[in-house]
């Protein structure tokens, strides 16, 4: 069974930096397109970043556009999100999640079976 687990959140000022995580505790990620999303109080879920399965093409919100970066290490079984440049607008609880169908990765949310619990993210001085 699929479970996915984030991690890497924190509090970090703004420009910094945070590095994400997701993994399956049940398997491997290498034949799931994954997406990023992220949930702000107040506001609809968005996402953010995705990687597909099939060639691990990757595609990006603008609003984080060469800022963001998501990478696979399939040796480790995870899946990243690099964060750089961070803005207090990226303030959220960020979700990984998985679909194994999917070959070539979307950034909206419906096409996702698996999701993780949630890592909070806070941009603030």
């Known amino acids: 069974q699929v479970q996915l687990v984030e991690s890497g959140g924190g509090l970090v000022q703004p420009g910094g930096s945070l590095r994400l995580s997701c993994r399956d505790s049940g398997g491997a990620l290498d034949n799931y397109a994954i997406g990023w999303f992220r949930k702000a109080p107040g506001s609809d879920r968005e996402g953010v970043a995705c990687?597909?399965?099939?060639?691990?093409?990757?595609w990006y919100a603008d609003s984080v556009k060469g800022r963001f970066t998501v990478a696979r290490d399939n040796a480790k079984n995870m899946v990243y999100l690099e964060m750089n440049s961070l803005k207090p607008e990226d303030t959220a609880v960020y979700y990984c999640a998985g679909e194994r169908v999917l070959t070539r990765c979307v950034l909206f949310s419906d096409p996702y079976d698996y999701w993780g619990q949630g890592t909070q993210v806070t941009v603030d001085s």
């Open positions: 990687i597909s399965s099939s060639d691990d093409s990757t």
